[in-house]
């Protein structure tokens, strides 16, 4: 009986772990941007968008040197599971200046086949990267091995051409809803605002418009209330120790979104316990216009 019972049950065991294996995210290394004749901001902006892209695809690990997350330090604790394994894609790229024009690169090597599938496009602005980047990282994945060229017209895979609208002071003052855990920003004329957190909290902000980006910071002491609900000895240490929050961000849809990115200190937390503070983590976000503007007279 023993005999029949045990095949069937390591096949079941093969089945679950195959299964397991199958919806497992991929891993994926970023490696930072080759950049030439842009600001530090700008790339920075880029890389930030690019990263919030990948996190849609994949599970990222962010590596500054050439190592392999299987070189890194194995075990539990401050290393995800992640990080100890080889990744399935290695993601790097560049962007420099060529007579006024952006030449972007996008280079992703698939370790499990040898392949590498690379886009390059030329954007008149950087606000045309921008905008595009999203559409570039989704079609080289999905087209492996191409390289693709063309200007900041030819538009991979049929991808939207919505062009970000003039920001000015008149055309983002009212409020906006958008970010977990804050009810509402309002933002008025003369460059104030304020963020109503769920937790009852209120963040001062000022803002600034440049290049066509609206570029918003947090403008107060830190609060652990700015937390919630992260657990109150989290939130604490976080209030001491995290750097000001920030958002870059475009208008679009009518003056009814801004897209970008927040930029803040991430927490890593086990059992309720602070792991690690990770500053300058940068993430998708979009703000939806609540009402109708007001000049905050």
């Given at each position: 009986m023993k005999k029949k019972v045990l095949p069937w049950a390591a096949m079941f065991f093969f089945s679950l772990v195959l299964a397991e294996a199958q919806d497992a995210r991929p891993i994926i290394r970023f490696s930072p941007f080759y950049t030439q004749g842009i600001g530090i901001e700008e790339s920075r902006f880029i890389e930030s968008l690019v990263l919030s892209y990948l996190s849609n695809l994949g599970e990222v690990v962010n590596y500054f040197d050439s190592s392999t997350p299987s070189s890194s330090p194995s075990g539990k604790g401050l290393f995800p599971d992640s990080w100890t394994k080889a990744p399935d894609y290695v993601v790097s790229g560049s962007i420099y200046l060529e007579r006024d024009n952006r030449v972007f690169t996008l280079e992703i090597y698939n370790t499990n086949t040898g392949e590498t599938s690379r886009t390059t496009t030329v954007h008149k602005t950087a606000s045309d990267l921008v905008l595009k980047a999203r559409s570039l990282v989704e079609s080289t994945f999905n087209t492996p091995v191409q390289t693709a060229k063309g200007n900041s017209s030819a538009e991979p895979n049929g991808a939207e051409t919505e062009r970000p609208e003039t920001?000015?002071?008149s055309s983002i003052a009212g409020t906006w809803r958008g970010d977990s855990g804050i009810e509402m920003i309002r933002l008025q004329q003369g460059g104030r605002g304020v963020a109503f957190f769920s937790s009852g909290a209120q963040m001062n902000l000022t803002y600034t418009i440049e290049n066509n980006m609206l570029k918003v910071k947090q403008d107060c002491p830190n609060s652990e209330r700015f937390y919630y609900p992260l657990?109150?000895?989290?939130?604490?240490?976080?209030?001491?120790?995290?750097?000001?929050?920030?958002?870059?961000?475009?208008l679009f849809a009518g003056g009814t979104h801004l897209r970008g990115v927040k930029i803040s200190t991430e927490a890593k937390v086990e059992e309720n316990t602070l792991v690690e503070l990770i500053p300058g983590t940068s993430k998708g976000t979009e703000w939806v216009r609540a009402n109708q503007r007001f000049d905050g007279r």
């Open positions: 920001i000015t002071e657990p109150y000895g989290v939130a604490q240490e976080l209030s001491a120790e995290a750097d000001p929050m920030s958002w870059e961000l475009l």
